[in-house]
C-alpha cells in the first residue's frame, strides 16, 4: 500500500472518529436541553402545550439525527480535503 493511501486512510478515520463523537454529544446535549426543557413545561403548566411540545420532540430528533450526520459528513470531507493537501505538500513531495 503506497504511503499516500495510508495517510488518507489514517486522516479519513481520524476525522471521523473525532467529528463523530463530537456530533454525537452535541446531539445529545440539544436533546437532553429540550427534554428538561419539556418536563418544565409539564411541571409548571397544565395545558396542552407542553403535551404538544413532548409529542413534536420525537419527530424533531429523528430530524436532528439526520442535520447531524449531514454536518458530520461535510466536516469531515472538508477536513480530509485540506489534510490531504497538507500531507501531499509535506510529506509526499519533498
Known amino acids: 500500500m503506497k504511503l499516500r493511501t495510508k495517510l488518507l486512510i489514517a486522516t ?3 476525522a471521523m472518529t473525532v ?8 446531539y445529545q446535549h ?6 428538561g426543557h ?11 402545550g407542553a403535551v404538544a411540545f ?10 436532528l439525527v ?6 458530520a459528513a461535510a466536516q469531515v470531507a472538508a477536513l ?3 489534510l490531504s493537501l497538507f500531507w501531499s ?3 509526499l513531495k519533498p
Not at 440539544?30 to 427534554?35: A, N, P, R
Not at 419539556?38 to 396542552?48: D, I, Q, R
Open 80 to 82: 480530509v480535503l485540506v
Open 12 to 14: 479519513t478515520a481520524t
Open 19 to 26: 467529528l463523530g463523537i463530537s456530533e454525537w454529544f452535541g
Open 38 to 48: 419539556a418536563a418544565l413545561m409539564e411541571h409548571s403548566s397544565g395545558t396542552g
Open 89 to 91: 505538500r509535506l510529506v
Open 66 to 71: 439526520a442535520l447531524h450526520v449531514l454536518h
Open 30 to 35: 440539544t436533546i437532553g436541553f429540550l427534554e
Open 54 to 63: 413532548r409529542r413534536n420532540l420525537e419527530a424533531f430528533a429523528s430530524r
